[in-house]
C-alpha cells in the first residue's frame, strides 16, 4: 500500500466514532492509523473494540497538531501521507486522483483536496476551500474563502492546479519531502505549521497543488473554536514566525515591521469590539515573537524565493475595495 492515512486524536471519542467509518469505507487500499495525544477519555478502547483494522500510533502526551504528527509518522513508513483531522468526512475515490497526481508529477510534493464545510455542503469550508496563498504581509487566503467570506462552489474551481499552500485539515504529502524537512515546525504546536511547511516546502523547488478530483467535507472549529483567545495567540505569533523563517531577506525587516502595525490595528479592532481577551491575546503574541525572534531567524532555509505571495495586500482588497471573493480579485 502506497498511502498511509493519518488521524491526529486529542480527546476525541464522539468525532472517531462519526467520521472513522467513512474513511474506512472509502480507504480500502491505504493503511489507516490513528496517532493518539495520551487522550485522557476512552480513544484508545473504542478504537480497539470499535475499529479493530485501524492501527494505532500513542503519544507520551498531548503534544498539539505538529509534533504530535511529527512523533507518530517517525513510524509510518509509507511513501504517501494522508494527514486528516478526525472531524473530516471522505467521500467515494478521494484517494486515487491523489496517488494519481504524486506518480505524475514528481515534482509535486503536497495536495490538497476540495474542502466543502460538512455543516452547509454547498458551499466552501474556511480552513482550505479550493486551495491556500498567501499576500505579501503572510495573510492567508483561499480560493473559495477570504477572511471570513465562503462561496458557494458552484464549480468554479473543479481543476487540479497550482496552489501556494494546503489546509492541514486534509494535507497530502511525500514522506521523503516531510522527512527531509524535519516535518512540521514544533514550535508552532498548532496553527499555520501547514503554511509554514508549504513555503519550506517552495523554497526547496517543489510545488503544492489542489484537485477538485477528490472531495472532503471538515466540520471545522472541533478542536478549537474560533472564539477562543488562545486561537488568536496561535495565529497571530505563526504568523509573524513564519515571515521570519521564510521570507526573502531584501523584504524581511519592511514587512514584518509593517505586519506588526496591521496587528496592532486588529488588536485594538478586538478591544473596541468587546473581545478584551483577544486584544490581550494579541499583545502576548508579539512578546512571545521577541522572545524567539532570534532562534526562528536561525531556522531560514539557505536561499527564499521572492515569487511567493498572490497579491500586494488581501486586506486592502478585502476590506477597502470591498472584493470578498476570490473570483472578483484574480
Avoid at 491526529?8 to 469505507?25: E, M, R
Avoid at 507518530?72 to 483531522?85: C, D, I, K, S
Wanted: net charge positive; proline share 3%; charged share 20%.
Amino acid at each position: 500500500m502506497k498511502i498511509a492515512v493519518v488521524i491526529l486524536n486529542w480527546n476525541g471519542t464522539k468525532l472517531l466514532q462519526q467520521f472513522l467509518p467513512s474513511i474506512i469505507k472509502y480507504s480500502q487500499n491505504a493503511t489507516i492509523y490513528v496517532a493518539d495525544n495520551a487522550s485522557t477519555d476512552d480513544s484508545i478502547a473504542v478504537l480497539k473494540s470499535d475499529f479493530p483494522t485501524i492501527k494505532i500510533i500513542e503519544n507520551s502526551k498531548n503534544f498539539g497538531f505538529a509534533q504530535g504528527y511529527n512523533e507518530a509518522l517517525q513510524w509510518v513508513e509509507e511513501p504517501y501521507y494522508a494527514l486528516v483531522n478526525s472531524d473530516i468526512e471522505v467521500t467515494e475515490n478521494w484517494l486515487n486522483p491523489i496517488v494519481e497526481l504524486f506518480e505524475k508529477e514528481p515534482s509535486t510534493a503536497i495536495i490538497q483536496p476540495k474542502i466543502l464545510d460538512y455543516k452547509k455542503k454547498s458551499h466552501f469550508e474556511y480552513a482550505g476551500a479550493a486551495g491556500g496563498f498567501i499576500d505579501q504581509f503572510g495573510f492567508p487566503f483561499c480560493r473559495g474563502r477570504i477572511f471570513e467570506t465562503l462561496e458557494q462552489d458552484k464549480g468554479q474551481y473543479n481543476d487540479t492546479t497550482e496552489i501556494f499552500w494546503a489546509t492541514g485539515a486534509c494535507l497530502f504529502i511525500r514522506k521523503k519531502v516531510f522527512r527531509a524537512l524535519k516535518g512540521f515546525d514544533e514550535d508552532f504546536f498548532a496553527h499555520q505549521e501547514e503554511i509554514d511547511l508549504c513555503w519550506r516546502t517552495f523554497n526547496l523547488g517543489y510545488q503544492t497543488k489542489y484537485t477538485s478530483k477528490s472531495v472532503v467535507y471538515h466540520v471545522g472549529g472541533a478542536t478549537l473554536d474560533v472564539a477562543n483567545p488562545k486561537k488568536t495567540y496561535l495565529n497571530f505569533r505563526n504568523s509573524l514566525y513564519m515571515l521570519v523563517k521564510n521570507l526573502p531577506s531584501k523584504q524581511l525587516f519592511f514587512i514584518i515591521f509593517f505586519r506588526m502595525i496591521l496587528d496592532g490595528i486588529a488588536a485594538y479592532k478586538f478591544l473596541f469590539s468587546g473581545k478584551p481577551k483577544h486584544f490581550i491575546a494579541v499583545g502576548k503574541a508579539h512578546f512571545s515573537f521577541y522572545k524567539n525572534l532570534v532562534k526562528m531567524y536561525q531556522k531560514r532555509n539557505a536561499s527564499q524565493k521572492t515569487n511567493y505571495f498572490k497579491t500586494n495586500s488581501i486586506v486592502y482588497k478585502y476590506f477597502i475595495k470591498g472584493l470578498k471573493k476570490f473570483t472578483s480579485i484574480f
